[in-house]
């Protein structure tokens, strides 16, 4: 059953595992937490059965959406590992020792699309 908890320093962890038992409108929000929600969006992989993935997008409603990849990727929604989705609130971001510093030699800290610099 998914879930979540949260760890002495306040980071969120989710457990458990979901299945897509109907496709169609609205199926790819796997549910909402009642707790715990980011101050924004968060993006991770998540495993799916037979060495497939999905992406996960975590809202600041508590929203937990499945994005498919695009083809001629497969996935096998029967199986959708939450377990190692860890994130941090926002206390935790500008200004903490949880920031790093980009590679600028390869990477842009401005990526664009409304996301801020790591």
């Known amino acids: 059953m998914p879930a979540w908890y949260t760890d002495g320093d306040g980071v969120v962890h989710l457990q458990g595992a ?3 038992v109907s ?5 790819d ?3 909402t937490m009642t707790g715990g929600a980011p101050d924004r969006d968060v993006y991770t ?3 799916s059965l037979g060495g497939t993935y999905v992406d ?7 929203q ?5 990849p695009k083809p001629p990727m497969v996935t096998d929604d029967r199986f959708v590992s939450l377990e190692g989705i860890d994130y941090a609130p926002r206390s935790y971001w500008p ?24």
């Open 18 to 20: 979901a299945q897509l």
């Open 23 to 27: 496709s169609g409108n609205g199926s």
């Open 29 to 31: 929000l796997l549910g």
């Open 45 to 47: 992989i998540a495993h």
């Open 56 to 62: 996960i997008v975590i809202n600041p409603l508590g």
């Open 64 to 68: 937990i959406y499945v994005i498919d």
């Open 95 to 118: 200004g903490s020792p949880y920031v790093f510093a980009v590679n600028t030699a390869s990477w842009s800290g401005s990526a664009g699309y409304g996301s801020v610099t790591p």
